[in-house]
C-alpha cells in the first residue's frame, strides 16, 4: 500500500474512531487501533494521525453545542483507554536517555500530554509519565529520585502559567530543563519563551525530535523575566478574586433583565463563565499579554453564541467587571480591549 494510500485511509480511520469514542464504545475503539497495528500501521501514527485529530474534534463538537460535557467527558475516557492498548501491545526497550513527562499543576487535560510520553517510549526513551496537575514540589522531588535528561511540561490552558512558571524555574533550579507543549504556552511558543522555558514544540512528534536532536536548550535566556509583576497587580486581582466575582454577579444579575427568569443552572453557568473571564484576565496581567484575554472573549463569545446567549451580556458583565476593578488599572485596559472584541462580534 501506498503512503498516500495509508494516509487516506487513517483519515476514515479517524472518523470511525470518532464515532466510537463518542458512543463511549471502548472495545470498538481499542479493536480499531490493534486491527490497524496487526496490519502494519506504526503505532505512533495511529496516535498522531487518528486519537489526536479525533480528539481535537470532540473539543470543537462540544463547542458547537452539538455535544454534551458528559459525552465529551466519556470519549476523553475511552481515547485514554485505547491509547493504553496500543502502548501495552507495543514495548519497546529504552536506549536514548530518561525524561519526565508531566501536565502543569493545576491542568487537568492529560491526553496530549500522555500522547507525547508514547511517542517518546516509541521513540526509545525511558519515560516516567506523571498524569495530571503535578505539584512543583513532588515534581522536583521525583527529579530528585529519578534524574532525568529533560522535563516535558504540558500546559492546555494559559490559566495555568502562572503555575506552569513556577515548575520551570523549579526544575531549572535543580539542573533539568524544560520542554514546553500545548495549547496553553500560546502560538509559537510565545509564553513558554517568555516564562523562561528551555524549549518548546507545536507537537508530540516535534517534541521527540528535538530531544533526540539533543536541542535543549533551543530558547535563549530571557534577559528579564517578567518585570511587570513587580507592581503586584497580578496577586491583588488572584487575592480579591472570591469578592470581585461575588459582586460581579450581584450587579449583573440586577442590570441583565433575562437573568430574572435564570434556572439555578443558568445562574451556577453564568458565574463559571466570569470566573473564566477573572481566570483569563489574571492570565493575561501574568504574562502581559492582551490578546490572550481578547481571543478569549471571541471564543466565550461564540460558544455563548451557538447556546443562545447574547454577546451583549458578555459586554454588560465586562463593564460591570471593569468597574468593580478600580484599583487596578492594567486590568481595566484589558478588560476595555476585551469589551471592544465582544461589541464587534454583536
Not at 470532540?58 to 454534551?68: I, P
Not at 496553553?184 to 536532536?213: H, I, N, S, V
Request: charged letters at 20%; hydrophobic letters at 45%; one cysteine or more.
Amino acid at each position: 500500500m501506498t503512503d498516500l494510500g495509508l494516509a487516506a485511509d487513517l483519515s476514515a480511520t479517524t472518523e470511525r474512531h470518532l464515532e466510537c469514542i463518542g458512543q463511549a464504545d471502548e472495545y470498538g475503539a481499542i479493536d480499531l487501533l490493534l486491527g490497524l497495528l496487526d496490519e502494519g500501521v506504526p503505532a505512533e501514527r495511529l496516535l498522531l494521525e487518528v486519537v489526536a485529530p479525533a480528539q481535537r474534534r470532540v473539543g470543537d463538537l462540544w463547542a458547537a453545542n452539538e455535544w454534551s460535557v458528559a459525552r465529551e467527558h466519556g470519549a476523553t475516557a475511552v481515547s485514554e483507554r485505547a491509547v493504553a492498548a496500543v502502548a501495552a501491545k507495543v514495548r519497546t526497550s529504552p536506549k536514548d536517555g530518561r525524561v519526565t513527562v508531566a501536565c502543569s499543576d493545576g491542568e487537568y487535560h492529560q491526553l496530549p500530554t500522555r500522547l507525547l510520553a508514547e511517542v517518546l517510549r516509541l521513540r526509545g526513551w525511558q519515560v516516567d509519565f506523571l498524569g495530571a496537575s503535578v505539584p512543583g514540589f513532588h515534581l522536583v522531588t521525583h527529579l530528585h529520585q529519578t534524574g532525568p535528561d529533560a522535563v516535558a511540561l504540558g500546559c492546555a490552558l494559559p490559566t495555568r502559567l502562572p503555575r506552569a512558571h513556577a515548575t520551570i524555574t523549579a526544575c531549572q533550579a535543580v539542573g533539568v530543563p524544560v520542554l514546553a507543549g500545548g495549547l496553553g504556552f500560546g502560538a509559537g511558543g510565545r509564553f513558554a519563551r517568555k516564562l523562561g522555558a528551555d524549549g518548546w514544540a507545536p507537537t508530540a512528534d516535534a517534541a521527540a525530535d528535538l530531544l533526540q536532536a539533543g536541542l535543549l536548550p533551543s530558547f535563549p535566556a530571557p534577559l528579564e523575566t517578567l518585570p511587570h509583576l513587580a507592581d503586584a497587580r497580578y496577586a491583588q486581582l488572584v487575592k480579591g478574586r472570591a469578592g470581585q466575582l461575588s459582586r460581579t454577579m450581584r450587579a449583573l444579575t440586577a442590570a441583565y433583565p433575562p437573568m430574572a427568569s435564570y434556572s439555578d443552572q443558568q445562574l451556577e453557568s453564568t458565574a463559571d463563565d466570569l470566573g473564566h473571564i477573572v481566570d483569563f484576565l489574571a492570565a493575561a496581567l501574568y504574562v502581559d499579554d492582551v490578546p490572550l484575554f481578547t481571543d478569549f472573549i471571541s471564543w466565550t463569545c461564540e460558544v455563548l453564541r451557538v447556546r443562545g446567549v447574547p454577546s451583549a451580556s458578555v459586554v454588560l458583565g465586562l463593564c460591570l467587571l471593569r468597574d468593580e476593578l478600580h484599583d487596578l488599572p492594567r486590568a481595566r485596559d484589558i478588560l476595555a480591549e476585551g469589551i471592544e472584541t465582544a461589541r464587534s462580534a454583536q
